[in-house]
């Protein structure tokens, strides 16, 4: 207990607002830091330098005591058990840590002074920026009330509670209460004193409304609460420091050192989101809840909470954002609403974990959806982009596929029918995306259009090849290889063509005949199978070898009713 109350007795002393920059050396250390100053208007706070560089230092956990209470209440004797004639101006920390074996860990303990209220000079937004900064730092918040408490003591006292609950879940709080000999020999309590004192309601109806609500706050401190009274030291208060503690009244100085026994027992470690804070980490957090408090015109539980969650959002939406990244657009409509749903699962999961505040994070979870609604906009607009490039470029192909199929100079069923059928299964394939079934109605009709185009040429082409390779025969076989009976056979099928399409009026009457059908099944065994492709091969060996390509004309004529295109469908 000597060590700590050294620690305790010089955090007020000293102002070292302008002390150079710089590494710290060990003893210089042993003297109080302001680690948070006000602005030149006392208004806004800011960081002072000496102090965090103290602060980070220290690599073990750190748990924080801090003191809050009134301007002059009395407030720096649970510090320096002297009553300070100074002013201290901000925040204050000791240099040095106590050390304390807390739960078999070693803790580096800080213990903070702060500024009173209501003093001279200071505006309302500075007394609250001061308090929330207190409360949200403190790991044991001691809240210092005079013996006569008002109602402004209970209105910060239910905001301390609230931001404590909204951040990490409530801490301890030691409401210190400065009765005198009278109050300390009623036999009552000094927490039964207190919360009687809360308990009792103004008969103006709003004023009831405002203590109930301020009740309603106070009520979620249950067991996390303690309270205790110290009398007063010594009636010439102006003298104390002065005085050693054998000047001082013995029952003061029995209850000091048992109220130091009550604050070692309740100290933990700062916790965070769920860990232990070291100097770096700690100076961390303070630089986050400075500019936190000093956003917003007048801090509040709810402002506080926003700003702190607005890095969480971001690291959210950066895990949405990561997520949705993995998929290579475009995608199924079904299967980027999967990967949308899971992706937001995570970040939510992650903002659960992460966020500050249990009672005012909703409107930050509002945000975060409103965020991913409009990331998951551009991405459904990315991908109906992607889909309608890709079908495009596969619709094309297929176009010019069917246009390649359309004039073949050896024409054959078989192989349109290939080209037809693989130009759909890798349409079906490999066009995704909320532009496919848009993209299928048109592959559909064009298919369609492209084969009832190709059969209405096939029979066309197929009979003026065949009396050009008769006639083409009759020449071989008479002047080339002088064989007889291939001149025979060319001309028996140049004149059988001739004749037949003259005898029944038209060359279509033709294609009703099952020996024209014995043909074509003969054509398509010559022409084309998934070996040889005489189109694909014959024609540029002829080229090569100088020998004429004939393409016969196709007359412009109607197919029957039998041989019209049947109904396409994607498969």
């Known amino acids: 207990m000597g060590r700590w109350a050294a620690g305790i007795c010089a955090v007020a002393l000293v102002w070292l607002a302008a002390a150079a920059a710089g590494d710290l050396e060990p003893d210089e250390l042993e003297r109080a830091f302001p680690i948070v100053e006000p602005d030149y208007g006392h208004t806004k706070l800011r960081l002072s330098q000496q102090g965090l560089d103290a602060i980070r230092r220290i690599e073990t956990p750190i ?3 801090g003191v809050i209470g009134p301007y002059r209440s009395g407030k720096s004797f649970l510090l320096n058990q002297l009553l300070s004639l100074s002013c201290e101006k901000g925040i204050w920390i000791w240099g040095t840590p106590v050390e304390m074996d807390i739960d078999g860990s070693k803790v580096s303990v800080l213990y903070l002074d702060t500024e009173g209220f209501e003093s001279v000079g200071k505006s309302n937004v500075y007394d609250d920026r001061i308090f929330a900064l207190a409360t949200v730092l403190s790991s044991v918040l001691i809240y210092n009330l005079p013996e006569t408490v008002r109602e402004a003591d209970i209105s910060r006292l239910s905001f301390a509670v609230e931001i404590a609950e909204e951040f990490y879940g409530r801490g301890k709080m030691l409401l210190l209460n400065q009765q005198s000999f009278f109050g300390l020999s009623r036999g009552i309590s000094c927490k039964e004193n207190l919360f009687s004192k809360w308990s009792m309601k103004p008969s103006n109806g709003y004023l009831t409304k405002v203590v109930n609500q301020i009740r309603d706050s106070l009520a979620v401190m249950g067991n996390n609460s303690t309270a205790f009274s110290l009398p007063q030291p010594h009636l010439q208060r102006t003298k104390l420091c002065d005085m050693d503690d054998r000047e001082l009244d013995p029952l003061y100085v029995k209850r000091r050192d048992e109220l130091k026994q009550v604050v070692a027992s309740i100290t933990r470690p700062k916790i965070v989101q769920g860990k232990t804070l070291n100097g770096k980490e700690f100076v961390s957090f303070l630089q986050q809840i400075l500019e936190a408090l000093n956003k917003g015109e007048i801090p509040s539980t709810g402002s506080l909470v926003e700003i702190f969650n607005k890095a969480i959002l971001d690291r959210c939406l950066k895990v949405y954002r990561d997520k949705m990244d993995g998929l290579r657009l475009p995608v199924p409509v079904d299967r980027l609403q999967q990967v949308h749903e899971t992706a937001i699962d995570q970040a939510r999961m992650l903002f659960d974990k992460q966020h500050f505040g249990k009672h005012h994070a909703a409107q930050s979870i509002l945000k975060l959806d409103d965020e991913i609604k409009k990331v998951y906009r ?18 094309s192909e297929c176009e010019d596929k069917m246009d390649h199929l359309q004039v073949l100079k050896l024409p054959s ?41 190709f059969i209405k040429e096939y029979n066309n082409k197929l009979f003026n090849w065949l009396v050009t390779f008769s006639l083409v025969m009759v020449v071989i076989g008479r002047f080339v290889i002088k064989f007889f009976l291939l001149e025979i056979v060319a001309w028996v099928m140049f004149i059988f063509l001739e004749t ?33 492709d005489l189109d694909r091969w014959a024609i540029p060996i002829a080229k090569k070898t100088g020998q004429p390509i004939v393409t016969p004309a196709t007359p412009q004529q ?14």
């Open 63 to 65: 748990a924080v005591v």
């Open 378 to 395: 551009n991405f459904l607009l990315a991908n109906e982009y992607q889909s309608s490039k890709l079908c495009e470029a596969r619709f």
């Open 413 to 453: 069923m078989a192989k349109f029918n290939a080209g037809f059928f693989h130009c759909n299964r890798s349409f079906v394939r490999e066009c995704v995306g909320p532009a496919k079934e848009s993209y299928e109605r048109r592959m559909s009709k064009m298919l369609v259009k492209s084969r009832a185009l």
């Open 500 to 532: 037949y399409t003259r005898m029944f009026w038209s060359a279509e009457s033709l294609y009703y005949n099952p020996a024209w059908h014995i043909i074509v099944s003969s054509w398509e065994t010559i022409v084309y199978s998934p070996i040889l």
């Open 558 to 571: 109607d197919l029957p009713q039998e041989l019209n295109a049947p109904e396409i469908r994607l498969i």
